[in-house]
């Protein structure tokens, strides 16, 4: 299988915290990892492209010194929301990019559900 | 900017009736996948297609890429109540590349 976990499973901070949320891919390796936001009964936004040792690439909009991404290892990447906001209140999930098989696949994380008071 | 169009948003339908779930592009994909998700949890992988024209069968689901390779569609027969969820289609336009995700189809299968 692809196991991909995501810890913390939900959070709850208040205003001007920041957060860590980690991404482990537990059975693969995986040089890119992406983070996504999904809104209640909306469909899932990228927000960056995570690549081990190196720089994220951030999508058009989406604040890079806001979310800090981490890519340290092949298995773990983690997420940073700096200064939290309600409006950054979320559900964040994260993906790994498994290969070798003829087409890559990603395979997705439970998910982190942040809630800025 | 490379979009994908997911019909229809919602379906509500009644446990043992058929639906079909469609997804669009004006680009060409190098490969689709189709998703299921749960509240609160991450999407589950159901397929990958990367053939134009290509038919895979999962159980009660099929799966269809579009000879061209811009449009799939997700058929289910004699849907069951375990079968409601959100499903996703997400299209990748060169191998390893990031997927851009379908708006969703919100299905309610009633027993």
């Known amino acids: 299988g692809a196991v991909v976990s995501q810890h913390p499973s939900w959070v709850i901070c208040k205003s001007g915290t920041s957060v860590k949320i980690e991404c482990r891919s537990l059975?693969?390796?995986?040089?890119?990892m992406f983070w996504y936001r999904q809104f209640p009964k909306q469909s899932l936004m990228l927000m960056a492209t995570s690549n081990e040792g190196s720089k994220a690439t951030y999508e058009q909009g989406v604040e890079k010194d806001k979310f800090l991404i981490n890519h340290a290892s092949l298995t773990l990447s983690t997420l940073t929301v700096t200064s939290a906001h309600p409006e950054d209140s979320s559900f964040y999930i994260c993906?790994?990019?498994?290969?070798?098989?003829?087409?890559?696949?990603?395979?997705f994380g439970p998910g982190t559900r942040l809630t800025v008071l | 900017t490379q979009l994908l169009e997911q019909s229809p948003q919602f379906l509500s339908i009644q446990e043992g009736e058929n639906l079909t779930v469609y997804c669009n592009s004006s680009s060409v994909f190098s490969s689709l996948q189709w998703y299921r998700q749960e509240p609160g949890e991450g999407p589950v992988l159901l397929v990958t297609v990367v053939t134009g024209g290509e038919v895979k069968k999962l159980k009660r689901l099929t799966f269809q890429f579009g000879d061209a390779r811009k449009d799939s569609s997700l058929h289910i027969t004699a849907a069951q109540p375990g079968d409601t969820g959100l499903y996703l289609c997400a299209g990748a336009w060169a191998a390893g590349n990031k997927l851009t995700f379908g708006g969703g189809t919100r299905v309610l299968v009633k027993p």
């Open positions: 993906s790994a990019l498994r290969g070798g098989r003829g087409t890559d696949t990603q395979y």
């Open positions: 059975d693969f390796q995986a040089t890119t």
